[in-house]
């Protein structure tokens, strides 16, 4: 989801968290400019431990904390908490206040310190890097959730490091004395409470997420639920003044608390050991041992504390390890952006010390004579673009070709003349661009494309198979965006195909699965194996290679649309040698002659045949029959056009041509009559120039109409349309009949012709082939 998609409910949330956060740092700042510039005596004192408010103190003695046990001789009481001045304590600049405490170790010892102004040498002392590893917390977990926003894991990251952000930051406030409730004092005790239900929360986000925090994710509530409760214990500890009440509280919260990380080392450890993919193993493994490292010390250190008084330490000692946990957190979550950034970061440091040299050169040539400086812009100006496009390459080594090589890919791919040779170039391009082990590229089955299939490695191809049903497959298409093996493996929301897709995935030896797209849909896929060095791929690779892949799809639309239209021109040319123009335009607007399927219809059919062209083509020399015959087909294919007739075949001295398919025509009989009669008229023209040079030639015509089977007859290469069935045995039978320049039709062809063309009877003839006489007409020339 987008965080503009988002719901105005899941957005306040989002705002609350960053507020909870900002309020925090505001606390803090508020205090420090409160406090410095102030007497200071040197320390602070928390319950029974005791921690250092300045470098000098710390070196006096007081580094890693302790109980205290008197000031001044005064014996320090168990109600003190955040107290910094008690009674005894001087507070004067210039005065000394003797302290005697217990170290950690449990010798007794005593330190004398000055009372002076604390300064903001002795914040970044005391607080800094607590206050850097609360604001540390926070970048992580609003990073990963702007990166990953709204989605399960990101709440539950997000929650945790506001949290533990926010109580770092203001963990080194004073809270001035038991039994009053301030802003500072109610905002402490509520992350307090919160702090274990936000650790269980990650527990269950992490290092995979668990199926109960998927939506509804109802845990949530009774888990959250606790926060409002334990923030109540807290707070009636703290009001009661009395110090049983209070660590009563502070146990409970810390055996809440204790439970809670408990949870999280315990998923941990167990997909550690039991997880079904490398990469969840791998994640567990980061954060057990992070987890054990940075966050189980300080818990358990804590609850050791509230029960038994243990451990005396200063609270920032406690406090420091937690960077091992958010280093472990940050590597399972923003390891990509991590990566992504690392090089842009390196970039900003040698800029800056380019600045910073030439800042220096500035300074000393000012010193010289003040118009000097303006020397350096002319070296500067020409250095320059030298020094940028020197640490471009340095930083990026093969990214700088990134332009050349997408160029020279993406032509090959251009001159690719089959989808396989386009397949194969886009297969090979995360070797040449990201040094990828391998690529495999992939055509889905649909209507418009065939499946097939390149990889970088030829003998891979046979072990891949088919690839249109893969769980994996269908989620790409699904989503329309590119799918990684980690997302995978570590999110639960894909937990019903987890095994299906890693298995795609080590059938494609790929880390990366990006879809191919025509038209908003998706075609195919470029499944990208794992970079030869181990790194993750960066984002400009992946676009990178989204741009080359999106290459591709134009170059295989362009492949299809080329075969097509090749392939509308053979069936173009190969409908030409049966029907006239305007037939084929409206078959090839019908679907072309794929759809030209074998029926049974209702046609009429001519047979036309030459008289006397046996004795005419033993008589004369065959170059002259063959113009002949090309002088009279010429002058019967322009007929056959002018009256959209379909032809059969030439056959020598007769052709068949029928009507009403492929295209209907409810006036086929009157067509065919037509041309018959057009026709005749032409061979009296023709037969003038005939008998000039000798030649006998005349013309019979046979009709009838009547139902046929109409498609095409032959094999792949050499075919025929035609029609079969016993109009076309009764049309060649009255040709045969016809006498030179005479038409014979059937008695169904003159009742459907009517009065609109005049014809004479014939009586019944006895025709070969047909056991009873034949009503036949002589179609009479108007």
Not at 227 to 247: F, K
Not at 611 to 635: K, N, Q
Request: charged share 20%; hydrophobic share 50%.
């Amino acid at each position: 989801m987008r965080f503009v998609d988002a719901p105005p409910l899941q957005k306040a949330l989002f705002a609350f968290a960053c507020l909870v956060f900002l309020t925090g740092v505001g606390l803090n700042v508020g205090d420090k400019a409160a406090r410095v510039n102030q007497p200071d005596v040197g320390w602070m004192l928390d319950i029974e431990t005791l921690s250092p408010t300045r470098h000098d103190a710390s070196e006096a003695g007081l580094r890693g904390g302790g109980r205290p046990l008197s000031v001044n001789g005064v014996p320090v009481g168990a109600a003190v908490i955040g107290e910094r001045y008690l009674a005894g304590t001087r507070t004067s600049l210039g005065e000394f206040n003797t302290l005697r405490f217990a170290s950690p170790r449990g010798d007794v010892r005593e330190v004398t310190l000055e009372v002076r102004t604390w300064t903001w040498e002795d914040v970044v002392f005391t607080e800094g890097a607590t206050t850097l590893i609360g604001l540390l917390f926070f970048v992580v977990g609003i990073g990963t959730f702007i990166f990953r926003p709204f989605e399960a894991a990101s709440w539950a990251l997000l929650a945790l490091c506001t949290v533990a952000g926010s109580m770092l930051v203001i963990s080194l406030i004073p809270l001035y004395g038991v039994g009053r409730l301030n802003f500072t004092v109610a905002y402490f005790f509520l992350l307090l409470a919160a702090l274990p239900a936000t650790t269980a929360h990650a527990g269950l986000a992490f290092p995979v997420l668990h199926g109960s925090l998927l939506p509804p994710a109802r845990v949530l509530w009774p888990l959250y639920a606790t926060q409002p409760v334990l923030a109540l214990i807290y707070t009636s500890g703290w009001l009661s003044n009395w110090q049983g009440i209070w660590s009563q509280s502070r146990l409970i919260g810390s055996a809440a608390w204790l439970a809670a990380v408990v949870l999280f080392v315990g998923r941990s450890l167990h997909m550690s050991i039991l997880g079904e993919d490398r990469l969840v193993k791998q994640r567990a493994r980061i954060l057990l041992g992070g987890t054990l490292a940075g966050c189980a010390p300080v818990t358990v250190a804590y609850f050791l504390q509230s029960i038994f008084g243990a451990l005396p330490l200063d609270s920032r000692f406690l406090q420091w390890p937690l960077v091992l946990f958010l280093i472990a957190l940050a590597r399972v979550t923003l390891r990509y952006e991590i990566l992504n950034a690392r090089i842009a970061v390196r970039r900003a440091v040698m800029y800056l010390s380019a600045v910073a040299i030439l800042t220096g050169v500035a300074i000393m040539l000012s010193t010289v004579r003040s118009y000097a400086v303006a020397v350096l812009l002319f070296p500067l100006l020409y250095l320059w673009p030298r020094f940028d496009a020197r640490l471009n390459s340095r930083l990026y080594p093969n990214r700088e070709r990134f332009p050349e090589i997408i160029r020279e890919i993406g032509n090959e791919m251009a001159a690719g003349v089959t989808e396989v040779a386009v397949l194969r170039t886009l297969a090979d391009a995360p070797r040449r661009l990201c040094e990828a082990v391998g690529g495999v590229a992939f055509l889905l089955p649909s209507a418009a494309t065939r499946a097939c299939l390149a990889a970088t490695d030829p003998a891979h191809e046979q072990r891949i198979g088919d690839l249109s049903s893969e769980p994996l497959v269908r989620l790409m298409a699904t989503l329309r965006m590119e799918v990684s093996r980690s997302q995978i493996a570590v999110e639960a929301q894909y937990a019903n195909i987890h095994e299906a897709c890693l298995a795609c995935f080590e059938r494609l030896r790929a880390e990366l699965l990006l879809p191919i797209e025509r038209n908003g849909q998706v075609m195919g896929g470029l499944a990208v194996g794992p970079r030869a060095s181990g790194d993750a791929y960066e984002q400009a690779e992946v676009d990178a290679l989204s741009v080359l892949v999106q290459q591709a799809s134009q170059s295989l639309i362009r492949i299809a649309a080329t075969e097509r239209l090749r392939s509308r021109e053979l069936e173009f040319n190969e409908l030409k040698r049966f029907f006239p123009p305007q037939v084929i335009d409206q078959v090839m607007a019908q679907g072309g002659a794929s759809e030209l399927r074998s029926q049974r219809k209702y046609v009429t059919v001519v047979f036309v045949d030459l008289r006397g062209f046996t004795s005419f083509s033993d008589s004369v020399e065959p170059e002259e029959v063959m113009a002949t015959l090309a002088e009279y087909h010429s002058v019967m294919g322009a007929r056959i056009a002018e009256f959209a007739g379909t032809l059969e075949r030439f056959a020598g001295d007769g052709f068949m041509v029928f009507f009403n398919d492929p295209v209907e025509q409810t006036d086929h009989v009157q067509r065919a009559a037509a041309m018959a009669l057009a026709m005749l008229r032409d061979v009296d023209r023709l037969r003038e120039s005939w008998q000039e040079k000798g030649y006998r030639i005349d013309v019979g015509v046979g009709i009838h109409t009547g139902f046929a089977t109409c498609g095409f007859i032959g094999y792949e290469g050499r075919r025929d349309y035609g029609v079969i069935g016993n109009v076309t045995n009764l049309a060649a039978r009255l040709s045969d009949a016809a006498g030179p320049g005479e038409i014979l039709i059937s008695a169904r062809v003159r009742t459907e012709l009517g009065s609109a063309i005049g014809a004479e009877a014939c009586g019944d003839l006895a025709l070969k082939g047909f056991h009873q006489p034949q009503a036949v007409f002589r179609l009479g020339l108007s």
